[in-house]
């Protein structure tokens, strides 16, 4: 399932509040969110407590978590993360809106059951969910569990190999409700920086060998909901998360938040002693992945990308990656690299001045320095 699964614009509309709150425009917001992401100023952690700040890294493509991190992390290095995989400290699953993401092994065994009936609602209302109608899914999900437990296979493998015990039911499909019921974890190389190789799956408490308990409760994701990516809607939590209740949520908890208001009279949800910096604090040019936390997980998100330039981000069914110019979406970029030479293309989306201009072009070779540390020519080109 893609990470268009979950549509962004099917959120209930939230009435609005009293207009003597305290309201928070966008550059606010977009101040607040810079802050809590580690993108005003690179943070002097290691990786896992940045994965756990920021409830993971979607990840599914190889790079995106590298860059994401290196966008945030002070000294960090792609080995830093890389190792956290072999050494089964951190692991990639499918978690919130059904996508690949790479978490800490402990944020694993705490999210997945938080977000499992999300998943499996996401699975029965796609187009796999049509084709298996009438399947009995748990003894479908026994059936798979007891195959991994021999040995890793593919998505597809499991497919091929089970399809035969439930007739009438494609191995596409089976492949998908297994990903869906089970916690279906990305085995190394897959993931590794600069390697590669077939998605061989085990499930998350063999990899582990750790039992998946009850997991964090709606409240406690949340309260680390907010602390990552507030102050922000009940639509917007639910955006990201795939919940339901945003509503009931945050009014249960309300006696425990901070509450505001947007430059649409709509109320705004906060944990206590969060960063609300000065709106006009310098923010520095960043360089983000596609799919990054911080420009996907609102459903309004205007706090870094205007509607406009969101559109202009599209590719297919995902999104061209972005750099940020005082803390905004500014126009996106891409890397070719080639034996001996890597270009970097940047295609901004509007004006931009001399400065901004020359700090891209600092940053990006920096960012080429990532991704090819052998090639003899690094280029940093913007195009119209």
Not at 71 to 77: V, W
Not at 157 to 186: C, K, M, N, T, W
Request: aromatic share 8%; with cysteine; net charge positive.
């Amino acid at each position: 399932m893609g990470a268009r699964s979950w549509h962004w614009g099917r959120v209930p509309r939230f009435p609005k509040v009293p207009s003597d709150a305290t309201r928070l425009g966008a550059r606010a917001l977009n101040r607040a969110l810079l802050a809590r992401q580690g993108l005003l100023a690179r943070l002097p952690q290691r990786a896992p407590a940045m994965l756990e700040q920021l409830i993971g890294l979607q990840a599914q493509n190889t790079a995106s978590p590298y860059v994401a991190l290196w966008s945030r992390l002070d000294g960090f290095r792609v080995e830093d993360l890389s190792r956290l995989l072999r050494t089964r400290r951190a692991v990639r699953l499918a978690l919130f809106r059904s996508t690949v993401h790479l978490v800490t092994a402990r944020d694993a065994l705490a999210l997945r059951p938080a977000v499992q009936p999300a998943i499996e609602r996401a699975l029965m209302a796609s187009q796999y969910g049509r084709r298996l109608r009438g399947v009995d899914l748990p003894a479908l999900a026994d059936a798979g569990r007891a195959l991994l437990d021999r040995e890793p296979l593919t998505a597809s493998q499991l497919g091929e190999r089970l399809a035969p015990r439930f007739p009438g039911v494609d191995s596409e499909a089976i492949g998908y409700a297994l990903r869906g019921h089970l916690a279906l974890v990305q085995l190394p190389p897959r993931g590794v920086w600069g390697e590669g190789g077939p998605p061989r799956c085990a499930t998350l408490e063999s990899w582990l060998a750790r039992a998946i308990g009850e997991g964090a409760s709606q409240q406690a994701l949340l309260l680390r909901y907010l602390a990552a990516f507030g102050p922000a809607t009940a639509a917007d939590f639910q955006a990201w998360s795939g919940a339901r209740g945003g509503r009931a949520l945050v009014e249960g908890l309300r006696s425990r938040l901070r509450v505001f208001v947007d430059e649409r009279g709509l109320e705004l949800y906060d944990v206590p002693r969060a960063p609300l910096p000065d709106p006009d604090t310098p923010a520095p040019v960043r360089f983000l992945p596609e799919y990054d936390n911080a420009f996907i997980a609102h459903a309004d998100r205007a706090r870094i990308v205007a509607p406009a330039d969101l559109a202009r981000m599209r590719a297919g069914n995902g999104f061209l990656s972005p750099f940020l110019v005082d803390g905004f979406v500014a126009g996106t970029w891409k890397i070719d690299v080639e034996p001996t030479r890597a270009t970097l293309t940047l295609r901004p989306m509007g004006k931009l001045s001399a400065g901004a201009r020359v700090e891209l072009e600092d940053e990006g070779a920096r960012l080429l320095a990532l991704f090819a540390p052998e090639a003899s020519r690094a280029d940093v080109r913007f195009a119209r």
